[in-house]
């Protein structure tokens, strides 16, 4: 049995026509070596994972052949490429500055900077972690960076750029690598699998390109994990159990039932996914990504940044012309505010759950169903009749049913009596007609009941007297365990300066902060109890507003308010000598 190697190592670039994904930076450095215009200090900074200390292996094998081929490449044959190959070159010397940090560390390099190469014409030093130096070391290191003797060139690696001193900055020529893009690295883990005789599905390798979130070394580690797992056979669901990533089928189903305002299913299938293991969090942003990408095919240029596997994408185009831009932009905006309320809820389980039933209403206020109808992808645009229709329907209230020519006579009947009775009694109110309104408002009750989940429930206005209610309801039942914010609740009341926005104005930003630790809680509760959903809330610090009562903060403002209640504990502190700290 051979010994085995990761993918990492063994397919490790040899040339430079072999690094993924840096094409512009490596024409600059093949440039350079075939001009002869070679710099004394290069830095390579970006993420881990994207080929810079590979980069500057190859730069410094191939300065040093003495064969370069006509694609500036080294030859690979010379005595200096087999012991760069060999690891027994001393003209290439490799530094770990995340272990080799100190004064020392870097003056034993200066030292050794003075010996001129056996072989070839350069010594290269690859300084890798070059950020993780001591202020110290970089002091060392810096008369040296600036005039090297004629053999020697630096490398430096890193991944955090700011964190070197700017004098080290001004002395190097900095390539910023890029992160690797999601087809870059599933086209090379395809050649990897192909060249291995591994089984594979492309939309597998496109769940682990995407998971390396732009490093080819993890996408490779990870490649090599799943081969492990599956035994040679890498399929699109031994990834995702293994990567426990959610099946794009659950966000494709879920708007599908958004569509058909089929909330109930929607919120089975979001228990079916936390039985699985995935968080909420999670969860919205993937859901949030879902409709950014059905989005994307709505137009024929921004189909390019879909970043799925074939199979995936024949779906999205499937889905994608079943459902309207408006509905993507809304469930889009429906989403992010969700998102952002959801790091301060309690239960975000329910605060999930509310947001797919807001989803599930978007179609019944905003859109109707397209024809079913498979268009070529990328043909899907607004067009002229489809905006008036959608802005007809904004206007116009939606009919649900015919009333039958029964109905149609009893309604008759009803107003004949009514204008009837407004005639006879519009003067002195009675009893009798009191009674009558409450029944007829029994009967606008049940007929708006027998038409629930048919139509959505419009926004409705509210009173100052009926926000002081929820407001006063939320600090009994939410903040009784929290005195200061009780206290806080309690001394400042709301006010709404324009129908639906509210006010609140407080003295300090200390109490601006005590909200905003709850803003997301009372924001939802008031949206529900109120019933209107465009609720907005503005915090207003006014430091020359006045308190209904004043509160008591510190210790001697605490025993003044004592005090007033009772006077004789000034005379017990007298004399026992008490004092305040």
């Known amino acids: 049995m051979s010994e085995y190697v990761v993918s990492a190592r063994k397919y490790r670039p040899a040339k430079f026509n072999e690094i993924v994904g840096q094409d512009n930076i490596v024409k600059t450095l093949k440039n350079a070596i075939s001009n002869g215009q070679l710099a004394q200090a290069y830095l390579f900074s970006g993420p881990r994972g994207v080929g810079k200390t590979t980069c500057a292996r190859i730069f410094a ?28 070159s001393f003209n290439v010397y490799e530094l770990d500055a995340a272990s080799n940090n100190s004064v020392e560390d870097i003056r034993n390099l200066i030292e050794q900077v003075r010996i001129p190469p056996q072989i070839g014409k350069y010594k290269v030093y690859i300084i890798d972690e070059v950020h993780m130096l001591s202020q110290q070391a970089f002091n060392a290191f810096l008369k040296t960076l600036e005039e090297p003797p004629k053999h020697a060139i630096f490398i430096l690696a890193t991944t955090e750029k700011h964190k070197i001193i700017p004098t080290i900055l001004s002395r190097c020529q900095i390539f910023d690598f890029k992160r690797i893009s999601v087809f870059a690295m599933h086209e090379h883990l395809k050649h990897i699998a192909q060249t291995e005789d591994i089984d ?29 797992f599956s035994n040679g056979n890498v399929s699109y669901q031994s990834v995702l159990e293994n990567l426990n990533v959610l099946d794009y089928d659950y966000y494709f189903s879920l708007v599908d039932t958004f569509y058909k305002n089929d909330y109930a299913q929607a919120i089975l299938i979001f228990d079916e996914i936390l039985d699985k293991g995935f968080n909420e969090t999670n969860f919205l942003n993937g859901l949030i990504r879902h409709f950014r ?62 947001a797919l039933i807001e989803l599930s209403g978007i179609v019944n206020n905003k859109d109707t169903l397209q024809d079913n109808k498979e268009t070529p992808i990328g043909t899907i645009n607004i067009k002229k009749q489809e905006e008036k229709k959608y802005v007809e329907e904004k206007s116009n209230p939606v009919i649900l049913r015919e009333p039958s020519k029964e109905a149609k006579n009893e309604q008759a009947q009803k107003e004949t009596v009514k204008k009837q009775e407004v005639t006879t009694s519009n003067i002195i109110p009675n009893i009798g007609d009191m009674l009558q309104n409450e029944d007829t408002a029994a009967d606008k009750t049940k007929e708006t009941a027998s038409v629930e989940g048919e139509t959505d429930e419009e926004n409705t206005t509210f009173t100052l007297e009926e926000l002081k209610q929820a407001w006063n309801r939320f600090s009994d ?29 407080f003295l300090n930003e200390s109490q601006e902060t005590e909200i905003k630790q709850i803003y997301g809680e009372l924001l939802t509760y008031l949206k529900n109890h109120l019933k209107n ?18 509160i008591p903060y510190s210790d001697e403002e605490k025993y003044q308010e004592l005090k007033k209640e009772n006077p004789k504990i000034d005379v017990l502190k007298n004399q026992l000598n008490l004092f305040f700290d």
């Open 61 to 88: 094998k191939t300065i040093n052949c003495t064969h370069i081929s006509e694609e500036t490449e080294a030859c690979g044959v010379c005595e200096s490429c087999l012991a760069f190959v060999d690891n027994t």
């Open 200 to 228: 594979f599905e492309e939309d597998g390798l496109n769940i682990i390109a995407q998971k390396a979130d732009g490093s080819l070394r993890d996408a490779l580690s990870i490649f090599d994990k799943i081969v492990s």
């Open 293 to 354: 990408d059905l989005l994307m095919l709505q137009n024929k240029e921004t189909i390019k940044l879909l970043e799925v596997g074939e199979k995936v994408a024949k779906k999205y185009e499937i889905q994608a012309n079943q459902v309207s831009v408006p509905f993507l932009l809304e469930g889009i905006q429906l989403l992010n505010n969700f998102s952002v309320e959801h790091k301060t809820v309690l239960d975000k389980r329910l605060h999930v759950e509310l």
């Open 477 to 505: 039942f939410y903040l009784k365990e929290k005195p200061r914010l009780y206290r806080i609740f309690q001394d400042f009341s709301p006010e709404i300066t324009h129908m639906p926005e509210i006010k609140l104005e």
């Open 533 to 550: 959903k465009d609720i907005k809330i503005k915090i207003v610090v006014n430091k020359n507003k006045t308190l209904r009562t004043l």
